[in-house]
Structures are given as structure tokens and as C-alpha cells.
């Protein structure tokens, strides 16, 4: 593409070392930058891009997007903002993707992997051709791609989208989180269904405030021809006020008979906004019950560790206090006596790890503190907060596993919580191989 065309969608306020140069990729990162791509000066937290521009340029970079020129001799876009002008460029430059693609995603705290599994199942029941995008599994052309960031940014996600329509993909279910959406990721995104889960405290040392958290969310709905919104949720009932004429759903409403395989009342919610999703894209019902019915589970959420012990293990992504207390009260109906082993994560919302601690003691006959991405804080100073000095704390996470369950008898049920299907811990500024499920399987044999 001719850096023009990309220059009249960006409207830079300036242009320095004007030239007609051909752009062959979009780059953020250095490591992307091959011969002929637009390199992406982003202003970031550690790094700042524009002092890669001299080795992004050595490496090909035909022209650079900046905040503030930079001694190159190849043209710059000078813009406000460099991350706002990303997806701007990528939406054009990939041939805005998302208008041929019918694309679901869902939006919230608690839920959103699981809801876009079902629809998933669902369109693919209904020969809708679905792609596939969540923090756990990514699926372009029925082939399974490596993970990254729940939401992409804009550059990966357009080409995302631009790669499934290649493949054949006529769909994409996916997660859009307010992150992402704060970030400008998820611009230039046209969402044909997006579905709002539920809104509980998460991510508030990133947002601030919960009305800010809500903002997040509230404007990408403005990017959707159809909203699907859960008012049993405060939140929820306050964004189906504010917008015109979207569907609503409580889990309480009725599944029609659907047989849904997954466990859990908050899996009732979880459904029915897929199967909502699916009706707003006008999917039969035959495809809605035979896709639902086909998902039998979803790595890591409320997923059984079964080795033929005579108890229950469940392992679950639960990390906020509202995940924690939803999947507690749900286990509890499995068995007579309920033990959980979790803990908090650092660098995020310390606020939180009290309410967690609290839940646990109140739900839990047996409640485990342990070490849960400690990233660059002290597991044990994040226990204490968890613990509060009442609640037993373990701070090797194998250890408190196995304990847990050595502890468990016939009809109990243990809960390993907050990583899911994670496969690695982040400790220290580093990343060790640690999965609850291998861990807890290993512990049962």
C-alpha cells in the first residue's frame, strides 16, 4: 500500500521528509520490522519507541508513525497519538477484516472465555465457519495458533482477522477486554454481536475507578449492530439503559431444554448469552441446542482433575472476588465438605486480596492461601493480605496442592483457583512451568 493512502486516513498534523515510499507490514515491535514496513512509535512504560527508530530503520522501516520527529532519514506521520493512529492504519491496511467477518465477541469480568467457547460450538453447529480467540486458544482456518494477549493489539488483531477470512473463517468468537478496549486496540472493530457478562471489581490499578472500568466497556458497544447484556448485573442493567433496544437475559431465564453440559449457575449465564448472541445472528435453533450441547468443558474453567479418587478437584481461572465466590458456592453443591487453595496476584489491585480472603472463609470449610503469579511483589507479604491472620497460608504452590488433597475424603470437593489453564508462573521477572491440573493429577497418583 502507498504510504499516501495511509496518510490521508492518519491525517498527520505533519509530515517530515515527505516521499511516495510502498508499505508492505505495519510494526509496534522492533522484532516485526522487516524491508518496507511502517514502524510504530509507541511511547511506552519502559521503552520508548521513537529511540528505536534508528535501528527500525536499519532493519527496513520505509517510514515511521511519531509523536515528535526523530533523526532518520526516511518520511514521518507526526501525530497526536501514536497507539491511536495504530488501528486507524491497520483497519485500512488489512482491508477492514471485521466488515466481512461476522465477528461475537464478549466483554465483562467474569465469563467472557467460556461464552466465546459456546459460541464457538454454536456457529460451528450452524456451518457459520468460526474462528476462534481467547487467552486460551486461538483458532485460524480450524488450526490451532499459538496464544498471546486475551485481545490482540490492533495491528495483530487486524491481521487476525484479515488471516481467518484467508483461511476461510466466515466468523470469529472472541474476548474483547477493557483493557484492550482503554488501549484503542479493539478500534476499527466492527462487532456483529458483543455480549456483556457481568461487571465485578478486576484491573481497578489499571482503570481506577469502577465507573471508569464500566466506561471501558460501555464504549464498545458502540462499535456493535447488536448488544446481548446480562441484567441480572447491576452494571449490566445500568448499560441496557443506556442503550437503544438491546436484548436482554437473566440466568434464570430458561434454557429451552438445552442439555448444557457445563457446571455451575454462572455457566447458566454463560450460555444463555451465546445462545442469545447466536439468535441475534440468526442462527436456528437445532444449531443453538446441538452447539451448546457439544461443549462438554472448557480448559480450566471449573474443569474436574479426575485420576478415580473418590472426591471432586476442580480446577478454575477464578482470581476476583466475584469468580471466587461464584465458583465456592457452586462446588459446594458437588460434595459435603469443601476445601480451596488460592491466592492474589502481584502488581494488580491489592484491594481486592482481603475480599478474596474473606470469601474463602466464609465459603470454604478449609481455605489454603498460596503463591499465585507473584510477579515483582513478596508471595508471603501478598498472603498476609490475602490471609489477614486467620486463614492457613502455604506459600509453595505444589505443596499447598497436595495437601489439599491429602487432606480430602470420600464426597469432598477441593478447588484449586486462579490459574486455570495457565501453564507457567510469573515470579520474580521470570516465567517457571507450573500448571494446577498436571500438579493436582500428579498429587492423586
Not at 154 to 178: H, I, K, N, P, Y
Not at 237 to 261: M, V
Not at 347 to 370: C, N
Request: aromatic residues 4%; charged residues 25%; negative net charge.
Amino acid at each position: 500500500m502507498d504510504l499516501d493512502r495511509l496518510m490521508a486516513a492518519l491525517s498527520p498534523a505533519e509530515v517530515v521528509n515527505a516521499a511516495s515510499v510502498e508499505i508492505r507490514e505495519l510494526a509496534y515491535d522492533l522484532r516485526a520490522v522487516g524491508p518496507g514496513a511502517l514502524f510504530f512509535c509507541i511511547p511506552g512504560a519502559n521503552v520508548d519507541g521513537h529511540d528505536l527508530a534508528p535501528e527500525a530503520v536499519e532493519r527496513g522501516a520505509a517510514a515511521l508513525v511519531v509523536e515528535r520527529p526523530v533523526e532518520v532519514p526516511v518520511p514521518q506521520l507526526v501525530v497526536p497519538s501514536v497507539r491511536r493512529a495504530m488501528p486507524l492504519a491497520a483497519t485500512l491496511f488489512f482491508g477492514d477484516p471485521s466488515r466481512e467477518l461476522d465477528v461475537v465477541a464478549a466483554t465483562g469480568t467474569n465469563g467472557k472465555t467460556t461464552t466465546a467457547f459456546l459460541v464457538h460450538s454454536i456457529l460451528t453447529a450452524a456451518g457459520r465457519r468460526p474462528a476462534l480467540l481467547t487467552n486460551i486458544e486461538r483458532r485460524v482456518g480450524g488450526e490451532a495458533m499459538p496464544t498471546g494477549l486475551n485481545t490482540p493489539e490492533s495491528v495483530d488483531l487486524q491481521r487476525l482477522f484479515r488471516a481467518m477470512l484467508d483461511a476461510g473463517d466466515r466468523s470469529c468468537a472472541m474476548e474483547a477486554t477493557s483493557i484492550a478496549a482503554a488501549k484503542g486496540r479493539l478500534e476499527g472493530t466492527r462487532f456483529a454481536v458483543l455480549v456483556f457478562t457481568n461487571l465485578t471489581r478486576d484491573h481497578l490499578d489499571f482503570h481506577g475507578t469502577m465507573d471508569e472500568y464500566f466506561a471501558a466497556k460501555r464504549a464498545l458497544f458502540e462499535q456493535a449492530e447488536h448488544a446481548v447484556i446480562n441484567v441480572a448485573d447491576p452494571w449490566g442493567r445500568r448499560l441496557a439503559q443506556e442503550l437503544p433496544s438491546p436484548c436482554t437475559f437473566t440466568p434464570d431465564d430458561d434454557l429451552d431444554g438445552i442439555d448444557l453440559k457445563l457446571r455451575g449457575r454462572f455457566n447458566r449465564a454463560n450460555a444463555l448469552g451465546a445462545i442469545w448472541a447466536a439468535r441475534e445472528l440468526g442462527v436456528e435453533e437445532p444449531a443453538i441446542r446441538e452447539g451448546v450441547e457439544a461443549l462438554a468443558g472448557v480448559p480450566g474453567r471449573f474443569e474436574s482433575v479426575d485420576a478415580g479418587q473418590p472426591f471432586e478437584v476442580i480446577v478454575d481461572y477464578a482470581h476476583t472476588p466475584d469468580s471466587l465466590e461464584n465458583v465456592l458456592r457452586s462446588a459446594r453443591e458437588l460434595g459435603q465438605r469443601l476445601t480451596v487453595v488460592f491466592g492474589a496476584g502481584g502488581d494488580r489491585d491489592r484491594e481486592k486480596r482481603p475480599l478474596m480472603g474473606r470469601i474463602a472463609a466464609e465459603l470454604a470449610d478449609r481455605a489454603i492461601v498460596t503463591t499465585d503469579n507473584p510477579r515483582s511483589e513478596d508471595p508471603a507479604a501478598i498472603a498476609r493480605e490475602v490471609a489477614q491472620g486467620r486463614l492457613e497460608v502455604v506459600l509453595d504452590r505444589r505443596e499447598a496442592i497436595e495437601l489439599a488433597i491429602a487432606g480430602a475424603r470420600a464426597g469432598d470437593v477441593v478447588v484449586i483457583a486462579g490459574k486455570g489453564a495457565d501453564t507457567e508462573m510469573e515470579l520474580a521477572g521470570r516465567s517457571v512451568p507450573f500448571d494446577d491440573r498436571v500438579v493436582a493429577r500428579e498429587a492423586l497418583t
